[in-house]
């Protein structure tokens, strides 16, 4: 049962193969026995999810299912959800229980799908491997030895691990992508704006964006359809009209035109992930679509871009963490000042911090039009980039990684080479496009993700080369072994 | 650019982040490779690139004024560290 | 005195909407702490702004009312400081490209002369909450009720020389934004708030001195008392071959004196940059126009007018024009009785006179203008005499009915009965027959003199009911 996809749950859910009940119970069980290997859930609430799956049920019996009734779902820690506690990875929010919920959270409560629970994330969606998070490191099910990657490292894990059957994630920078790549599954950046912001904490205003993570493409796009739309409280959503994101699901990929940036496939690459990713794009060119050699000429610039902007948009969006309405406050602060200093310095860890500064830091007198500006300058050659490739190829394909997984504790005494790891992801929220990976392969049995990047709005497109490269290939089929085998 | 010690003190003040006298020289040390990596971006030439605060290049949509808002104080102040009579209390402020 | 101040003002305004600038939480004055703060207001997390229609709209309507160019593409900015009355650890407001530019309005001195000043900007922000200092075990206790309301900070060139400039000043600002509608401009409640820079410069030189800002000037009153003291406490400075310090100063109301303030002692850097959660906001001609089109008038155009179509003079109009329902009420009391001129004077003198006894505002006036119009017809058709109808008005003050019932409750109906008033003629000849006799032997010029004499105690035998000019009449073609 917990190897099924999202679309076979509904299947059997509406053939009366199972209930929602059983098929949450399962799950629970399974996080209950396994997770303490993983670390991928922060906060479980059996009850109300048990009790939100009796009222599927009842949904389903009374034939007034809406799509995903009774479907289990994890959310990362990062959406709202009344009445259960949202810590976003931090000391901070660990006792924030908030009185309201996510549209996102609404979103999947509408469309009938039952939440598991929260999944571990880096603190305030900060970093790359899900070790910055204040509830200790999720661990990849591949190999527990090595980081599930981050910052949506829970949601990745409990997927793969077979805790859950699909979970939410959100992507700065590949916050999304860079996890489902290390943990063999599929995740969808969607285009900046076309899922709804409200109720989902803050890192980087500007480039953050909800998406779905699960095993296939096909389940993407069935959460996708749940959570994509306009959302008069969210300002920067999109009122674009949104899809059917599974309609086109099949379509032929006879005349499609793949851009290969030669930047994506140079030097820091890992070569074993190379020759994945090569296979990947050969398969693709056997159902009928063309390879095009493009350049993205400022790719080299995204990490320094991003490095400025994520920080700086952080650095005040965590102003808000004061320690005086919600959330953490010192012991016995003497003063105002003290409150402020105490509060946020033990609030937030390391990582935080550090962003908070780098950010505070470009944003001030004299070194704002050096820093921010600047970077919002080049911001637009990126963009400006992606859309000249635009004008010759319908996607862009390459690496999401420069290699798979790598070791917990590895690169965290080494910021800068943990920014790194997110060279091919950053420029997609930079230029606001939707971006994907697909599982391409494995390294020494760690899986390898094919990134892919589209149109702004072009969800169905991705979505769609990526079902029937998923329809000729099982790599996204593939369990770690000690799943397979029943050990874990 | 490099970057003082006194530097990240001021620059720790205005974000209102303790930092304690032994952590002090790692933080500076850190934040300074990420400075230096950052540093590229200064041989960019950007003359007449019109800066980019949305990807989408996208216009404000305007609510109408409507009040939609119901009193919450009871659950908002439910999580709050320290109320009385409705009011969130800090220590004393000074104007 | 050897210095000239050098005065700009900074008006911060808050805007008449319904719900606030950014959430749809409610405006109201006055409730219970912390019951109109929203989780956008609170700043819960993952909070967004969304930008009130009504809050552009009167911030444009404002630039057209001073004739200023509207930003066609103004962009919100964060403005970046911790104070716990600022929920968002950043103020909402517009930094670089604000939605009013360049534009100037006419301020009125008291000896009806007049003058532009220019304004430099006007932009859209919201207000921060309240820290209220009574004593909560030594601590603070904070009410987010205002966090959120619109308001639009009007920034004044430095062409203010004095305290009455600065005071004529926001008087005819008041006066504009409450003909706009877009305020209640009630100082009491903080809906039009100042802050005043103030340096001084050696008379006949054109650099700028050192500057002082004072906050939380919050009425006309103060605003005067204020300046006046600042410039005294500069010109000591300067005086005495000190130099002034640029800081912040606050005016305390009680002591009625300025003092730098604590919390403003460090130079803080606000870090500005485009809100992300917000996009620009583009306004296009056929928006400007359609609100271009349905602005009333202004203060300036209904004195001018008032001038022309009434025949009144400088004074009078200024007086008439000063809040929209004055004007209003006054050119419904023209509308009724058709006498511009005794309309003005019966409204000035006798209904704002009225008013300030009672301190009441127009809109709290107990008699209609349409029931004014109808007491001033009874003058113009002689029905009553104008002391009469003062008698007749007080009345009405006191809520005792019509000019006409009053009149008719009253017997206060001018005697014009030509019969009923020889009697009285009559009677006043008999009793009086020396002064008759003295009237008779008189020259012309002593009789004009005397005859006073005879009407004056007709009217009093008639109570002040008497019609004037037929007692005269009578007494004309008796005494002779």
């Given amino acids: 049962m917990y190897t099924k996809s999202v679309a076979q749950l509904i299947e059997g859910l509406r053939g009366r193969e199972f209930s929602s009940a059983e098929l949450t119970r399962g799950y629970l069980d399974r996080i209950a026995a396994l997770d303490s290997q993983y670390n991928s859930f922060i906060s479980v609430d059996e009850n109300a999810a048990m009790a939100a799956a009796t009222a599927a049920d009842e949904r389903l019996a009374s034939g007034d299912a809406a799509a995903l009734t009774g479907i289990p779902i994890a959310h990362k820690d990062i959406f709202c959800t009344d009445g259960m506690r949202t810590s976003c990875g931090s000391r901070m929010l660990d006792n924030f229980v908030p009185p309201y919920d996510a549209t996102v959270i609404q979103r999947f409560k509408t469309a009938g799908a039952v939440m598991l629970g929260k999944t571990n994330m880096d603190e305030f969606a900060m970093g790359s491997s899900n070790e910055s998070s204040f509830y200790g490191p999720a661990y990849n099910p591949w190999d527990t030895k090595l980081v599930p990657g981050g910052s949506s490292g829970g949601s990745a894990a409990a997927v793969a691990g077979l805790l859950a059957p699909a979970a939410t994630g959100t992507d700065t920078g590949g916050s999304i992508r860079q996890p489902a790549a290390f943990c063999g599954i599929t995740g969808l950046k969607p285009t900046y704006g076309r899922v709804s912001r409200l109720g989902m904490v803050a890192f980087a205003s500007s480039l953050d964006q909800a998406g779905p993570m699960a095993h296939s493409a096909e389940d993407c796009a069935l959460l996708l359809n749940a959570m994509a739309g306009h959302d008069p409280l969210d300002s920067t959503s999109s009122n674009t009209a949104t899809e059917d994101y599974c309609a086109t699901l099949n379509n032929s990929l006879e005349g499609l035109r793949i851009g290969l940036p030669a930047e994506y496939f140079g030097e820091g690459l890992d070569s074993t992930t190379g020759e994945c990713i090569s296979g990947a794009l050969r398969e693709l060119e056997a159902q009928g679509a063309t390879l095009v050699n493009v350049s993205l000429p400022h790719s080299a610039l995204t990490i320094p871009t991003y490095y400025i902007i994520a920080p700086a948009e952080a650095s005040t969006n965590l102003s808000r963490f004061d320690g005086v309405r919600y959330g953490y406050r010192c012991d016995d602060p003497v003063d105002l000042h003290d409150l402020y200093t105490r509060t946020r310095g033990q609030g937030f860890g390391d990582e935080v911090k550090r962003r908070i500064l780098v950010g505070t830091y470009a944003l001030s007198a004299g070194y704002y039009d050096a820093y921010y500006k600047k970077a919002q300058q080049v911001r637009r050659l990126i963009k400006q980039d992606f859309m000249d490739c635009f004008e010759q190829v319908d996607i862009i394909a390459g690496p999401t990684t420069p290699g798979p997984a790598f070791a917990v504790g590895a690169k965290t005494n080494d910021p800068v080479s943990m920014y790194l790891e997110d060279v091919y992801t950053l420029a997609v929220n930079l230029a606001g496009l939707p971006g994907m990976s697909v599982p391409a392969g494995f390294v020494d049995n760690k899986p390898v993700g094919l990134q892919l990047i589209g149109r702004h709005f072009d969800e169905s497109r991705l979505l769609n080369v990526a079902h029937r490269f998923q329809q000729a290939t099982d790599w996204h089929l593939r369990t770690p072994d000690a799943i397979a085998r029943g050990v874990a | ?95 | 005195m050897q210095w000239e101040p050098v005065i700009g003002l900074e008006v911060h305004l808050q805007l008449a909407t319904q719900s606030k600038i950014f959430s749809g939480s409610p405006t109201t004055f006055g409730a219970e702490p912390n019951t109109q703060a929203s989780a956008v207001d609170l700043a819960m997390p993952g909070m967004l702004p969304v930008l009130n229609e009504q809050a552009v709209s009167f911030a444009v309507q404002f630039g057209l009312g001073i004739g200023a160019e509207i930003g066609k593409r103004s962009i919100f900015d964060r403005k970046n400081y911790f104070y716990p009355d600022l929920p968002k650890g950043y103020q909402i407001s517009q930094f670089e490209a604000p939605i009013v530019g360049k534009g100037s309005f006419e301020i009125l001195m008291e000896d009806g002369s007049s003058r532009k000043i220019g304004i430099t900007r006007a932009h859209l922000e919201e207000d921060a909450g309240k820290s209220l200092h009574e004593d909560f075990h030594g601590q603070s206790g904070i009410d987010l009720n205002r966090a959120g309301t619109p308001l639009l900070e009007i920034v004044s060139e430095p062409e203010i020389r004095n305290a009455a400039e600065a005071v004529a000043y926001l008087k005819a600002l008041h006066s504009l934004v409450t003909y706009l509608g877009i305020s209640d401009g009630n100082m009491a409640e903080g809906s039009m708030r100042c802050d005043v820079n103030i340096s001084l410069r050696r008379v006949g030189t054109e650099e700028l001195g050192t500057r002082a800002e004072i906050k939380n000037v919050n009425s006309f009153r103060f605003v005067e008392k204020a300046i006046r003291h600042e410039i005294e406490r500069q010109a000591d400075i300067l005086d005495d071959g000190g130099r002034v310090v640029q800081e912040t100063r606050l005016y305390d109301a009680d002591r009625d004196e300025t003092r730098p303030m604590r919390s403003k002692e460090v130079a803080n850097d606000y870090r500005y940059f485009p809100e992300p959660d917000l996009l620009p906001v583009v306004i296009d001609d056929a928006y400007i126009e359609a609100i271009r089109s349905q602005l009333p008038e202004l203060p300036a155009d209904k004195r001018l007018r008032f001038t022309e179509q009434y025949g009144l003079n400088k004074y009078d109009a200024n007086v008439l024009s000063d809040s929209r329902a004055l004007a209003d009420y006054f050119e419904a009391v023209v509308a009724d009785c058709g006498d511009a001129k005794i309309a003005a004077n019966w409204v000035q003198v006798e209904l704002l006179g009225q008013l300030n006894r009672d301190e009441r505002s127009i809109e709290q006036c107990p008699v209609s203008a349409a029931d004014l119009g109808a007491l001033i017809s009874r003058i113009l058709d002689k029905s009553i005499s104008g002391k009469i109808a003062k008698q007749v008005f007080e009345a009405m003050w006191q809520g005792e009915g019509s000019a006409d019932d009053i009149i008719a409750a009253k017997g206060l109906q001018q005697v014009s009965d030509s019969g009923a008033l020889e009697v009285i003629v009559d009677e006043v000849l008999g009793a009086n027959a020396a002064q008759v006799q003295q009237y008779l032997d008189a020259d012309e010029a002593k009789r004009k003199k005397l005859v006073g004499f005879f009407v004056g105690q007709v009217m009093k035998l008639s109570k002040g009911q008497a019609n004037p000019q037929m007692v005269n009449e009578l007494l004309a073609k008796k005494l002779v």
């Avoid at chain 2, 720790?12 to 002090?24: K, P, V």
């Avoid at chain 2, 300074?32 to 540093?39: F, H, P, Y």
């Avoid at chain 2, 305007?62 to 009193?71: A, F, G, I, M, Q």
């Fill in chain 2, 1 to 95: 650019m490099s970057i003082e010690q006194n530097e990240i003190t001021k620059i720790a003040e205005l974000a209102r982040i303790r930092i304690a006298g032994e952590e002090i020289g790692q933080v500076t040390e850190r934040i300074a490779e990420i400075l230096q990596m950052v540093d590229q971006l200064q041989a960019v030439d950007t003359t007449n690139v019109e800066p980019m605060a949305n990807p989408l290049d996208a216009t404000q949509q305007l609510r109408p004024d409507v009040v939609t808002e119901k009193n919450r104080r009871e659950a908002f102040q439910a999580i709050a560290p320290a109320v009385e009579n409705g009011l969130y209390l800090v220590p004393k402020v000074i104007e």
